[in-house]
């Protein structure tokens, strides 16, 4: 199966999942691929794997579509081989690649989370070491931490801005990122207050 196939099918899929039609994609592709885009012809094109696909073409597709480009590209079940050009590649080979990818991406992501965890941690001792230091500060960020427990547990009504057809929406992200946060700042001044004795 040809790369440009490949890319096709799993863009007709992916538009497919949207309920789109091509010209609703292609309506969605030209802002940022141009005019061409917004003819059906181009998507039919690219559906049926009749036209190579550029980086930036593949990207933004992948954009428009939300899914990556890895997924674009990934062949479906049953394909032993894929061409690209003049090159065959061996899915067999090609899977043993990607896992490669993948077990070295994600050992760079677990590095920048540790580091993005280190820098959280540091805040947290230092709007400790804050608390410590101004009693004030203090009893309202403790205030506030029991607030957001409170509208945690008792499960209060969601704000006029989410939606209740998807309440684990970026608000409600947000509130237990921050009901996080200030747990870990809530520990750390308790352990600032323990060795302060």
Known sequence: MRIE??????????????AWSQANLGEHLAPYLGEPWARVQAISAAETGKRAFTAAELVTIGHVLGVSVADLLAPPSGVTTVTAGELSIDLDQFKRDAWLSALMA??????????????????????????????????????????????????????????????????????????????LVEAEYRNLKENER
């Open 5 to 18: 196939e490949v890319a096709g099918a799993n863009m007709r899929t992916a538009r497919n999942r949207r």
């Open 106 to 183: 994600g050992q760079q992501r677990f590095r920048d989370l540790s580091k993005a965890q280190r820098a959280l941690d540091a805040s947290a001792r230092g709007i400790a070491g804050q608390m410590l230091a101004d009693p004030e500060m203090a009893a309202y960020v403790l205030d506030g931490l029991q607030a957001e427990r409170r509208a945690h547990e008792d499960d209060e009504p969601l704000p006029p801005d989410v939606d209740p057809a998807n309440p684990s929406g970026l608000r409600s992200d947000l509130d237990r990122s921050l009901l996080q946060f200030l747990e």
